[in-house]
């Protein structure tokens, strides 16, 4: 219960910061959880994991995506098999792995969660809370991109422990009313170093997506880089440049929003959303632009049969498209097998050809293997020192 | 008389027990992690080693950041202790019938959650928040003033979040001081400032002090104003932690720097406990 409630306060801060909702609303359902609180809580609350006998959790993250999930596979999947699904959220892939981790025994409470990357795949599979999925009990499999697979079998060995279920691009949101969009296209990467922008630029506190662009900028490429010093040296003349380090999606587009930068590395289907609110933020994706992927992984300890049955209802095109509509990022489906809607064609970084040719996406074990390195040594310039 | 004797530790079992599951074992688990090993993967490798410890003194970068901490801390304390002992004081002071209401608004904002009002100071300090939008429309500026994420956005954040405490502390000290030692003071020629200063001052520095260092204890602590209202150099000890143990899964390193600051924290409180007396605290808390 206690549990719940966090959930929809959270999503709704995160819809209010988001400029879903006015103040007035914000307010007002912020009144209507506490008088609910006030009735039903307290050591009735209690009463929850009692009836969820038979049940899998879930965690994602949240928002317009958990409520595509809720209505187009959750409520089919319990309705037709009796399970019913924890719906779970965090709020990034670091905090949530760190979870994972310290849950006991590790891994042990946790079932399936919408993972972000080939990268965490191999973090989890390193840290061997992957198991083996028999795929012959997941048939819409056969409608997911090869392209998207693959890379998860070449990390364990041949066999699956997640479903691929979208993708998009961490690429260069800028302000086109400060911005021309000619200046931006000609500049590329090198935008984010800019003279013009300084005080005005953002990115994220991420160590990656930060070495990513300066990887661009030098002209490298950023899952071969062969001259760190020069990676270093241009994030020491950003670092300067940049007014804020953003860490979350809905501080991306409050920022954006509310003018505080006019350019930043930003993942493309916040962009989308920015751009639906009519805001004008135009979004450029580089020549080697930043690109992932988000899987459906199961964790160690799971039952598989329920989660097998249950990735095939998420994989149904009916719930994948609605998904994909609601968190506005392209399905992981093959487009040339599963018609798309034109509200997915339009998504930013749709792959038409179903192939991916020409999306980069980060390489495991180069990134994995300079974790701590890198990150450590971000901090220092990110700091100054 | 055997029974009387074990009647005190029998009542405090319960309390006792939750420190000792909930404090002082997390503790040991984060000192016996400070000493471990973090693999590729991420994973942790039980070792003896002080290989963390040396790493975060191998040069000025990690002690640095706790230097910064220090000095915000500081900063922070002053800034609460000027501004917190204007209103204890006009308290104290008061004869209204709503000066136990005036006290329940001190408490008001801790019933709204603290990130909604750290993030608060972004539609008020921002470039297009409420100062500059009225500052630009009234033509005092003709560019918005950079308010936000830098250290005075970081300290307003931490000010508004533990002035109470400091209100608090001083009040009740100041509640604690005989009004007829002012008038005995006045009588004998003392003028109101004078008073003020040979009298109240001094009578309230157990209360200044406690509050201090619940203050000081706290800003130390704390990872959310430099997180949302910081820019990229305004980062503290806590930030650093957070990074280390979510981040990187680095816990060995995270465990190493959250016990360098446990250290730092726990000399400074045995300080005050030795030359002032920890008990002033539980004095406030108790609102005696």
């Given amino acids: ?385 | 008389m055997q029974s009387k004797r074990w009647k005190p530790w029998a009542l405090l079992s319960p309390a006792l027990s939750a420190v000792f599951l909930l404090l002082v074992v997390p503790v040991c688990f984060i000192v016996v992690y400070s000493f471990w090993l973090r693999s590729p993967t991420g994973a942790d490798i039980a070792a003896f080693q002080f290989g963390n410890y040396a790493k975060f003194f191998a040069d000025y970068f990690y002690p640095s950041i706790l230097l910064r901490t220090i000095r915000v801390s500081l900063e922070s304390v002053a800034l609460c202790l000027v501004l917190g002992y204007i209103p204890a004081y006009f308290f104290y002071r008061s004869e209204t019938r709503f000066k136990s209401v005036l006290i329940l608004l001190i408490m008001l904002p801790f019933w709204i959650s603290f990130i909604i009002r750290t993030m608060s100071w972004i539609n008020i300090l921002g470039d297009t928040g409420l100062i500059n939008h009225y500052l630009i429309k009234f033509g005092i500026l003709s560019e918005p003033l950079g308010m936000l994420y830098n250290e005075g956005s970081v300290l307003m954040g931490l000010i508004q979040y533990l002035l109470p405490f400091m209100i608090l502390n001083i009040y009740v000290s100041l509640e604690g001081i005989d009004k007829s030692l002012l008038e005995a003071a006045r009588s004998m020629g003392c003028t109101e400032w004078q008073a003020f200063k040979e009298v109240t001052l001094p009578l309230s520095l157990p209360g200044l002090s406690a509050g201090s260092l619940l203050v000081f204890v706290l800003t130390a602590g704390t990872y959310l104003p430099p997180m949302i209202l910081g820019g990229p150099k305004n980062e503290m000890i806590a930030n650093l932690i957070f990074k280390r143990v979510i981040g990187t899964l680095d816990w060995p390193f995270g465990s190493a720097i959250s016990v360098v600051l446990l250290g730092l924290l726990l000399i400074i409180v045995w300080t005050y406990n030795r030359y002032l007396g920890i008990n002033q605290i539980f004095k406030s808390l108790q609102g005696e």
Wanted: overall charge neutral; some cysteine; aromatic content about 12%.
């Fill in chain 1, 1 to 385: 219960m206690k549990h719940d409630l966090q959930e929809k306060l959270d999503r709704l801060f995160e819809k209010y910061m988001n400029g879903e909702i006015g103040r007035r609303d914000f307010l007002k359902f912020l009144g209507i959880a506490g008088a609910a609180v006030g009735m039903v809580g307290g050591p009735f609350g209690f009463c929850g994991p009692a009836y969820a006998a038979k049940s899998i959790r879930f965690d994602g993250w949240g928002g317009v995506v958990s409520e595509a999930f809720r209505e187009h596979a959750f409520q089919p999947f319990t309705k037709a098999t009796g399970v019913k699904v924890i719906d779970g959220e965090f709020g990034d892939m670091d905090t949530y792995l760190t979870r994972v981790k310290a849950s006991f025994p590790p891994g042990g409470e946790f079932n399936l969660a919408h993972l972000s990357g080939v990268f965490d795949y191999a973090r989890y599979a390193g840290l061997k809370f992957n198991v083996v999925l028999d795929e012959s009990k997941i048939p819409n499999l056969k409608n997911v991109m090869t392209a998207m697979i693959e890379p998860y079998r070449a990390i364990t060995n041949g066999t699956l422990s997640a479903v691929p279920y979208d993708y998009g691009q961490t690429g260069i949101a800028y302000n086109t009313k400060h911005i021309p969009k000619d200046t931006a296209e000609k500049l590329g990467a090198s935008l984010l170093w800019d003279k013009a922008v300084k005080g005005k630029l953002g990115s994220w506190g991420d160590w990656r997506t930060n070495i990513w662009y300066a990887a661009l900028h030098t002209g490298q490429n950023p899952n071969k880089i062969s001259d760190m010093k020069a990676v270093w040296s241009a994030l020491e003349q950003q670092v300067p440049m940049v007014k804020k380090y953003w860490g979350s999606g809905a501080e991306l587009m409050s920022l954006l929003a509310n003018e505080e930068i006019y350019a930043t590395v930003a993942w493309s289907g916040r962009v989308a959303a920015l751009q639906a609110q009519g805001h004008p933020i135009g979004f450029l994706s580089p020549h080697n632009c930043y690109s992932w992927q988000e899987c459906i992984f199961v964790t160690k300890g799971t039952d598989l049969d329920v989660a097998q049955t249950l990735l095939n209802f998420m994989l149904e095109p009916k719930a994948a498209i609605a998904v994909a509509v609601g968190q506005k990022y392209p399905s992981s489906l093959d487009p040339t097998k599963v018609p798309m809607p034109e509200a997915v064609k339009k998504l930013p970084a749709f792959d038409p050809t179903g192939k991916l040719e020409g999306y980069l996406f980060a390489d495991p074990a180069f990134w994995n293997s300079h974790q701590v390195e890198f990150a450590e040594k971000w901090d220092r310039i990110k700091a100054g020192g």
